[in-house]
């Protein structure tokens, strides 16, 4: 098994790519949210213009923001990881940000 900053290094991680949830409550949700969705642009598409299609573009405009979206929480969350990480080995070490711990 290749160490984790190989696999990083050599571009075989791609965490946002790579997700998805295994929640049984998650399927549940995203089918009926998708569900009515589906019903909402048959509805849009019955309309005196059709308004469906213009619908859809400005939901695909929404969800062009996502990626940046998730880029930033998954570096935010690496970063308090690493955070806790220094802190962790700091305790270990007896040094604290008030000064040596009372061990």
Do not use: C, W
């Given at each position: 098994m290749?160490?984790i900053?190989?696999e990083?290094?050599?571009?075989n991680i ?6 998805s ?9 995203y089918?009926?949210h998708y ?12 309309l005196e213009?059709?308004?469906?299609k ?8 929404q969800?062009?923001?996502i990626p940046?979206e998730f ?5 935010d969350g690496?970063?308090?990881g690493?955070?806790?990480?220094i802190?962790i080995f700091?305790g ?8 040596p711990?009372?061990?």
């Open positions: 290749k160490s900053l190989s990083l290094y050599e571009g791609f965490p946002a790519e790579q997700y949830s295994k929640s049984e409550e998650y399927r549940q949700i089918q009926k569900k009515h969705y589906e019903d909402f642009i048959k509805t849009l598409s019955k213009p059709p308004l469906d213009q619908f859809i573009k400005i939901l695909d405009e969800l062009d923001v940046y880029s930033e929480m998954f570096t690496f970063r308090l690493a955070r806790v990480m802190d700091q270990d070490l007896g040094v604290r940000e008030n000064g711990s009372d061990k």
